[in-house]
């Protein structure tokens, strides 16, 4: 009786990432890929506001390092576009001043 749970204590499993052989005892722990696996693409909780004026709230996203990457990479484009968008809104003005001028 205890030698088959010894057996299943060190039963292997196929990876469903790198298929490489992991134990079914992870599995059961609650991690679905090998323990290479895990530590290429551990998870990252990132905060991230949501909402407009007085109803925002902060929500977590949950993304591997990959995903949190490529989040990281698109911040960094966001942050860089805000400012052409300000002077967007400042052309969008422009006409009514320039017309004013006119007259
Ligand atoms: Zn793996």
């Given at each position: 009786m205890y030698q088959t749970k010894t057996m299943e204590k060190f039963k292997m499993m196929e990876?469903?990432?790198?298929?490489n052989p992991m134990p079914v005892k992870r599995r059961q722990l609650?991690?679905?890929?090998c323990v290479n696996c895990s530590t290429e693409s551990a998870k990252r909780g990132i905060p991230v506001m949501r909402g407009t004026g007085d109803h925002t709230w902060v929500d977590l996203e949950v993304m591997t390092q990959e995903q949190f990457e490529r989040y990281e990479e698109m911040e960094n484009k966001t942050k860089s576009e805000i400012r052409p968008n300000k002077q967007d809104k400042d052309n969008l003005q422009g006409p009514f001043t320039i017309v004013e001028t006119d007259n």
């Open positions: 990876c469903p990432q790198c298929t609650g991690y679905h890929v």
